[in-house]
Nanobody, 119 residues
Framework: QVQLVESGGGLVQAGRSLNISCTAS????????MGWFRQAPGSEYEFVAC?????TRTVAPDSRFTISRDNDNNTVYLQIDNLEPGDTAVYYC???????????????WGQGTQVTVSS
C-alpha cells in the first residue's frame, strides 16, 4: 500500500506560479512512477505530468508544468508557471509502475488539492 497526500493548493492570481506537492508513505513508495492529474468541474480527469522512479525521465505535455521528486523525502512536486483560469481544478497525484498518461494504470491516488486561478 502507498498513501499519498497532496498539499499546496489554493487561490492564485493568473500569471503567477504555484508549487504543489505530494508526500508518499508506505511500502517502497520511492520505487514508483508518480503522476499528476487534474479534474476541472464537470470535466474528465486530465493527465498533467509524470516522472520515473529515479526522476530521470519526465513527461509533461504543457511546458508550464514541471514535475520533480525528492526520493529522500518521498515527495513529488508540480510547479505550474503562468497560471491561467483554465488551470482551475482539483489536482491529484498518483503512483504507478510505468510511465504512462493513462490514469487506469495508476494504482494509488491521493485525495487531491484544489487549485483556483482568478483572472
Amino acid at each position: 500500500q502507498v498513501q499519498l497526500v497532496e498539499s499546496g493548493g489554493g487561490l492564485v492570481q493568473a500569471g503567477r506560479s504555484l508549487n504543489i506537492s505530494c508526500t508518499a508513505s508506505g511500502r517502497t513508495s520511492s520505487t514508483y512512477v508518480m503522476g499528476w492529474f487534474r479534474q476541472a468541474p464537470g470535466s474528465e480527469y486530465e493527465f498533467v505530468a509524470c516522472i520515473s522512479a529515479s526522476g530521470t525521465r519526465t513527461v509533461a505535455p504543457d511546458s508550464r508544468f514541471t514535475i520533480s521528486r525528492d526520493n529522500d523525502n518521498n515527495t513529488v512536486y508540480l510547479q505550474i508557471d503562468n497560471l491561467e483560469p483554465g488551470d482551475t481544478a482539483v489536482y491529484y497525484c498518483a503512483s504507478g509502475r510505468i510511465i504512462t498518461r493513462s490514469l487506469d494504470l495508476y494504482d494509488y491516488w491521493g485525495q487531491g488539492t484544489q487549485v483556483t486561478v482568478s483572472s
